[in-house]
Every structure is written in C-alpha cells, then in structure tokens.
C-alpha cells in the first residue's frame, strides 16, 4: 500500500533539480582548479550542492581567501549561462505548482540563481532562498525551514525535491518529505528516499476540491521508490 502525505508547499533546489548548470560550472570550476593546482577530475565531484565559499574552505589552501575566490567564481558563473537546460519536465511541473506554495531553495547566491533560471527558460519561484538568506547553507536545514515559514507552514509539512547529497542531508534533517532528481547523477547514488529521472517520472492531477496529487508508482517499482503526496488546496483572499 502507498501511504499518501498531505504537504502544504513544494520546496525545490535549483541546480541539478530543474534544471542542469554542469557544462557552466565545470568550465569555471575547473579552470580554477587547474590554476591552484588541483587534480580537476576529482576536485569537480566536490562543488555541487552547496555553497562556494564552503567548497573553497574546505580545502584550506595557503594564501587563498575563500570569500574573495568565491565572489571571483559566483561572478564568473554569474555572467556564464551558455549550455544551462531545465531538467526534463521541469517546466511542466512548475507550471502546474503555479496555484500553490512553492519555493525554489539554493546554496546559489540570488543573482547566480536568477540568472540560470531565467537561461534555462523556468518561471521565476514566488519565493527564492538563496545562500545570503541562511548563515548556515546544506546540509544544514536552515534553508528549508525558512522556506517553510515564509510560506506559513512548517518544514515536515513539505516536499522537498533535491539531487546532491548535501541537499538531501539538509531535507531529511527539516523533517521533510525527500523526493531525489537523478537526472545529473554520474552514478547511482544511495539514497533512502524515491527518485525520479526527471519530472516526466511524476503524474500530476488537480481535484475537485482544489487539491494537487503527486504521485510517482508504477509497474515493477519496489515499494521504497513509491511516492504520493497532496497539496492543500491554495487558500484564496
């Protein structure tokens, strides 16, 4: 049997979840990388999910400034947008959330995030958390708890839809329901929760009562990969 859970708000990451920023953060990456001498092919894993200066922190290079190398990278992903594409199905999806809470939650900083959601062609979110919105980025779950008050709700009372293991740290961590985009995965990764290729894995049916269904179930699928939620129907003024 699926077990249904009703959610008040969708919560997203961006990068690697609607849409895909590789081709764009490789190149800017990895030119750094080889400029600090790093094996580029096994510093490049390392970058994604959460925040830039974190990413140089820990690395703890002699005579590198983490804030000042990452506005250097945040300005230079800023202005490269060439090759960044929704995640199959995103737009669809965001379309049909366009009636309810949802939030986009990322450990870009604002303009990053604005810039390669408006390259990949998505609407902008009602409400974007960035990484100046949180003193604690992923896996920390600060981020999607203040999502969740600023769409007057509580985290647990979410789906939040990631694709990096830090993310997905960060949701199980606000108690929310974790639903796992893989299309930007190399390699299986092992997570716990139900994934999904792409959006076009989820079908999306509005009720008569206003409500949203998520529901991702089919054929031969172990009951671990099942999901299904509704959406409160949204409270009009």
């Given at each position: 049997?699926?077990?249904?859970?009703?959610?008040?708000?969708?919560?997203?990451d961006?990068?690697?979840?609607?849409?895909?920023?590789?081709?764009?953060?490789?190149?800017?990456?990895?030119?750094?990388?080889?400029?600090?001498?790093?094996?580029?092919?096994?510093?490049?894993?390392?970058?994604?999910?959460?925040?830039?200066?974190?990413?140089?922190?820990?690395?703890?290079?002699?005579?590198?400034?983490?804030?000042?190398?990452?506005?250097?990278?945040?300005?230079?992903?800023?202005?490269?947008?060439?090759?960044?594409?929704?995640?199959?199905?995103?737009?669809?999806?965001?379309?049909?959330?366009?009636?309810y809470?949802?939030a986009?939650?990322?450990?870009?900083?604002?303009?990053?995030a604005?810039?390669?959601?408006?390259?990949?062609?998505?609407?902008?979110?009602?409400?974007?958390?960035?990484?100046?919105?949180?003193?604690?980025?992923?896996?920390?779950?600060?981020?999607?708890?203040?999502?969740?008050?600023?769409?007057?709700?509580?985290?647990?009372?979410?789906?939040?839809?990631?694709?990096?293991?830090?993310?997905?740290?960060?949701?199980?961590?606000?108690?929310?329901?974790?639903?796992?985009?893989?299309?930007?995965?190399?390699?299986?990764?092992?997570?716990?929760?139900?994934?999904?290729?792409?959006?076009?894995?989820?079908?999306?049916e509005?009720?008569?009562?206003?409500?949203?269904s998520?529901?991702?179930?089919?054929?031969?699928?172990?009951?671990?990969?099942?999901?299904?939620?509704?959406?409160?129907?949204?409270?009009?003024?």
């Amino acid at each position: 049997m699926m077990t249904t859970r009703p959610v008040d708000a969708v919560l997203l990451d961006m990068d690697g979840t609607i849409l895909n920023s590789i081709r764009s953060a490789e190149r800017i990456w990895g030119s750094w990388a080889a400029d600090h001498g790093l094996d580029v092919e096994a510093f490049l894993p390392t970058i994604h999910g959460v925040q830039s200066v974190e990413t140089i922190r820990r690395l703890g290079l002699s005579g590198v400034d983490p804030l000042v190398e990452a506005a250097r990278i945040t300005q230079a992903e800023t202005e490269d947008v060439e090759g960044i594409d929704a995640i199959a199905g995103a737009a669809e999806f965001l379309a049909a959330l366009a009636d309810y809470p949802w939030a986009i939650v990322t450990s870009a900083p604002r303009n990053l995030a604005v810039n390669r959601i408006r390259a990949a062609g998505l609407p902008m979110p009602p409400l974007l958390i960035a990484a100046e919105d949180v003193e604690h980025g992923k896996p920390a779950p600060d981020c999607f708890h203040l999502a969740a008050e600023r769409l007057a709700t509580t985290a647990d009372r979410c789906l939040v839809l990631e694709d990096s293991v830090a993310g997905v740290h960060a949701a199980e961590a606000s108690g929310a329901v974790v639903l796992v985009v893989t299309e930007t995965h190399h390699a299986p990764m092992d997570f716990r929760h139900p994934a999904i290729l792409d959006y076009r894995d989820l079908a999306i049916e509005r009720g008569t009562d206003g409500t949203l269904s998520i529901t991702r179930a089919a054929g031969d699928l172990p009951t671990s990969q099942w999901i299904s939620c509704v959406l409160r129907a949204p409270i009009l003024d």
